[in-house]
């Protein structure tokens, strides 16, 4: 889905920590790395190779190290999208996009594998995100 978009972005961020994974393929696809049921992508080969950063979000900054809720490159006034498994509400996809948005980074779409219908499009919505699934 996100390999046939138009969409404008620099680099992708998945919910955490579920949609990690996705947000990890995700590139790869963008990379044209089609994967066998035997291999996977590691975030290294992602760095490597792609000139589009996958980003990694912290439900809470760590005590030690860099300290940061976002892990990744970026600069200020990227676009990102965001990468989630399963959309419900939106909350869990919001609390990123506040992250995101307080790092002056612009978040205007989403990309799922499964949209429950129960109210998270509308809510994005009302914020300025448009969800695809």
Not at 50 to 71: C, D, F, Q, V
Request: proline letters at 4%.
């Amino acid at each position: 889905m996100i390999d046939k978009t138009d969409v404008p972005f620099n680099a992708i961020v998945g919910v955490p920590y579920a949609a990690l994974p996705y947000a990890t393929v995700g590139f790869c696809v963008l990379l044209r790395i089609y994967l066998s049921p035997l291999h996977f992508c590691t975030l290294q080969l992602v760095a490597q190779s792609s000139a589009k950063p996958l980003m990694i979000i912290r439900k809470e900054a760590k005590s030690y190290g860099t300290k940061k809720l976002i892990e990744g490159l970026y600069s200020r006034g990227d676009k990102v999208v965001i990468i989630e498994d399963v959309v419900t509400t939106g909350g869990s996809i919001q609390d990123v996009v506040n992250v995101l948005r307080d790092e002056e980074l612009v978040v205007e779409h989403v990309f799922c594998l499964l949209d429950r219908e129960q109210g998270g499009a509308e809510k994005l919505k009302e914020h300025g995100i448009t969800l695809h699934w």
